[in-house]
């Protein structure tokens, strides 16, 4: 950098600089600086501790000099942050129209006078949308079609051939050059972890929490001290995130990435990592076969019997299916006996018919997952064989009967169903101290108290979800909710042919607890949840109560998300009081059949940005005060009656939802929409 400053001002640089230490370096930088007005650009910084090598030698003289850092590590940024004068910028994706202009001044820069001709506008939108806004690889796509021929067959050949193209052309090779170097800063346990993007087929979403246990029975999550090997994985994650390979595609109420997928650009990279690394063989639609001979990982979306010939499958050890269900599942009952050394097995896009009965086999399995919709499905008894199994999901049935042999599984974090009966492992269920996750158990038949009084013992449970409870057993529900103090999920809901209703009594309720959910006939609104400061998530659906919660939820100052159903409440009017709810984000009202106005003070829920109003069939107008809430960004009322808004007219609405970007009033027939605005 010294060199370079001296060379711009055509001075003569320090003798000797190449044996000059940090220290003197810094202080020559500092002193040629003095006094000067500057722009300083780094451009592409990658080691996250770049600012605390430079700062030093930075001089801010109030005199208008400015210092530019481009980066696509978020790590960095933070770094940076330190300095009381930092300000970030985070540049999104073009859109779609953005994008296609970009596209027009690249392609048609020497023809047509910048704009497509009419007959490739629909080949154009296709290959402008691969690359979800990515301004780099739009302007050397429209860059090389510029080259190009102007006609369709030219360019219907050019989208067929892209991954070829992307190999070969010397235009786009830079894109690959550029993404590289993005994977080649990646530390050694990041590396497994985005390979694995390329399991699942292109532009797929997969959920977070599945890659993360994924991870954790590859093997590639190492423990850390004060942390859960999920928690640990969850940071690598976010990592990858931040340093922009992988993107976020869906999000969860409090920030964090529910869903996520890799660019294609990304993506074709990584495949041809697994080439070169030999880490997944891939079978597809377009008959595709990589040409691995060793297969450590196998990624299906078509098989037949020419592809079953040329796979060793002792080697396997995870396997993965997408699609093709009918013939998948028939050929894997029978060469199952090929994968023995399985860890992982992942069937859960498509309906696995036939699920071995010799399951037992697959010893080293540690993540089972599937789907089977048979309604007479039950799952084999060998599963208790499997003393190394971490994750279990059963999906598509919708009622299951666990084997009790599954109480043996003490290696058990997550099990996860549609709607399960834990009774055969009542005597055994309270002893898989592993589990963290344990969701959708039905408690809808006799002996329901023994699972009730042995979930209990489960201390290191986050995730909890029970179906069916009966008001007999509420006190011994409360005393092992009670015992829970990890858990940061809860879902009950009460059987619906109870006719009393149930009383939740936490004395001690699980101080981490950040999502909850009630459904069903619970007498009142526990005064518990008052303690849950770090509750963001509350849903209450049906309770048995006539009062207005709002007076006591209001206290909740962490809760980002509330849904309230309250078919019961009797009052005439709703009043969202002034200091109440200061981080609210989301609000859903339903089933208040005699409100007919709906207050908000000024100072109630400043951050609200969805505010959703259904089956309100009394409700006259709007919500008074509406116009207090400066970020709110969507309205959608549902259900009112003809009469809603007849003292306001539509100037009126717009003038105070004017702040509103999309607002929806929609009749409960939808047959007319009252007013849209969008």
């Known amino acids: 950098m010294l060199l370079k400053l001296h060379k711009q001002k055509g001075d003569k640089p320090p003798e000797d600089t190449s044996q000059m230490n940090r220290e003197l370096l810094t202080n020559e930088v500092r002193n040629y600086l003095q006094q000067k007005r500057y722009v300083v650009v780094f451009d592409d910084v990658w080691t996250v501790h770049f600012w605390d090598d430079f700062k030093f030698a930075a001089i801010d003289s109030k005199n208008g000099s400015r210092i530019f850092i481009t980066t696509r590590n978020k790590n960095v940024v933070n770094s940076c942050k330190k300095s009381s004068f930092t300000e970030m910028f985070e540049l999104q994706c073009l859109t779609q129209e953005q994008s296609l202009e970009l596209f027009n001044k690249k392609a048609f820069k020497f023809d047509y006078g910048g704009c497509y001709p009419n007959e490739l506008i629909g080949i154009a939108n296709e290959i402008v949308k691969k690359w979800n806004g990515l301004p780099l690889a739009i302007a050397a796509i429209g860059g090389l079609l510029s080259t190009r021929e102007k006609n369709l067959s030219e360019w219907?050949?050019?989208?067929?051939?892209?991954?070829?193209?992307?190999?070969?052309?010397?235009?786009?090779?830079?894109?690959?050059?550029?993404?590289?170097?993005?994977?080649?800063?990646?530390?050694?346990?990041?590396?497994?972890?985005?390979?694995?993007?390329?399991?699942?087929?292109?532009?797929?979403?997969?959920?977070?929490?599945?890659?993360?246990?994924?991870?954790?029975?590859?093997?590639?999550?190492k423990e850390e001290r004060g942390k859960t090997l999920e928690e640990v994985a969850e940071g690598y994650l976010t990592e990858l995130i931040h340093r922009s390979l992988v993107q976020v595609s869906s999000l969860r109420i409090d920030g964090k990435a529910k869903g996520c997928r890799v660019h294609d650009l990304i993506c074709n990279m990584i495949l041809e990592k697994h080439e070169d690394f030999n880490f997944c063989k891939h079978s597809s639609d377009d008959g595709q076969r990589s040409s691995s001979e060793i297969v450590r990982r196998l990624s299906i979306t078509t098989i037949d019997d020419a592809f079953w010939e040329c796979i060793h499958g002792s080697h396997v050890r995870s396997l993965f299916c997408f699609g093709n269900q009918e013939k998948s599942s028939s050929y894997f009952k029978g060469n199952s006996t090929k994968y023995k050394l399985l860890k992982v097995l992942d069937f859960e896009d498509f309906d696995l018919k036939n699920i071995p009965n010799n399951l037992g086999i697959f010893i080293h399995l540690k993540y089972l997952s599937y789907n089977n919709s048979n309604s007479g499905a039950e799952v084999p008894k060998s599963i208790g064989m499997l003393q190394n199994l971490e994750t279990l999901v059963i999906r598509g049935?919708?009622?299951?009967?666990?084997?009790?042999?599954?109480?043996?599984?003490?290696?058990?974090?997550?099990?996860?169903?549609?709607?399960?009966?834990?009774?055969?492992?009542?005597?055994?269920?309270?002893?898989?101290?592993?589990?963290?996750?344990?969701?959708?158990?039905?408690?809808?038949?006799?002996?329901?108290?023994?699972?009730?009084?042995?979930?209990?013992?489960?201390?290191?449970?986050?995730?909890?979800?029970?179906?069916?409870?009966?008001?007999?057993?509420?006190?011994?529900?409360?005393?092992?909710?009670?015992e829970m103090q990890h858990l940061e999920i809860l879902y009950i809901r009460s059987c619906f042919n109870d006719n009393e209703s149930i009383d939740l009594n936490l004395i001690s309720p699980p101080p981490m607890l950040q999502n909850l959910i009630l459904q069903g006939k619970f007498k009142e609104f526990p005064e518990w949840t008052l303690d849950l400061q770090n509750l963001t998530m509350l849903r209450l659906v049906w309770p048995c109560s006539d009062k207005d919660p709002l007076q006591s939820l209001k206290s909740l100052q962490h809760l980002l998300s509330l849904y309230l159903d309250l078919y019961r409440y009797e009052g005439l009017q709703l009043h969202f009081q002034d200091g109440g709810f200061q981080k609210l984000e989301v609000s859903t009202v339903i089933r208040l059949s005699r409100v007919r106005e709906i207050i908000i003070d000024k100072g109630s829920m400043p951050s609200l940005k969805t505010l959703r109003l259904m089956y309100l069939r009394n409700l006259k107008n709007i919500p008074t005060?509406?116009?207090?809430?400066?970020?709110?960004?969507?309205?959608?009322?549902?259900?009112?009656?003809?009469?809603?808004?007849?003292?306001?007219?539509?100037?009126?609405?717009?003038?105070?939802?004017?702040?509103?970007?999309?607002?929806?009033?929609?009749?409960q027939d939808y047959e007319e929409i009252k007013y849209l605005r969008s």
């Open 397 to 482: 049935i919708y009622y299951c009967e666990l084997p009790k042999e599954i109480s043996k599984l003490i290696k058990l974090r997550h099990l996860i169903g549609k709607t399960m009966s834990l009774i055969q492992l009542k005597n055994g269920i309270g002893e898989m101290k592993s589990l963290q996750t344990l969701r959708r158990v039905s408690l809808n038949m006799d002996g329901a108290a023994e699972v009730i009084k042995a979930l209990g013992k489960l201390k290191l449970i986050r995730n909890l979800g029970l179906l069916d409870v009966h008001k007999q057993n509420e006190s011994i529900l409360s005393s092992s909710i009670n």
């Open 156 to 221: 219907q050949r050019f989208r067929e051939n892209l991954n070829l193209e992307l190999k070969t052309d010397t235009d786009l090779i830079g894109i690959k050059e550029v993404l590289s170097l993005s994977y080649d800063d990646l530390p050694c346990y990041l590396k497994s972890c985005l390979f694995y993007f390329g399991v699942y087929p292109e532009d797929y979403e997969v959920k977070s929490k599945r890659v993360i246990r994924q991870w954790i029975a590859e093997g590639f999550v």
């Open 625 to 667: 005060g509406i116009q207090h809430l400066e970020k709110l960004e969507y309205v959608y009322i549902w259900g009112v009656v003809d009469e809603f808004g007849e003292r306001s007219s539509t100037e009126d609405w717009n003038w105070i939802m004017e702040h509103v970007p999309l607002v929806k009033i929609l009749p």
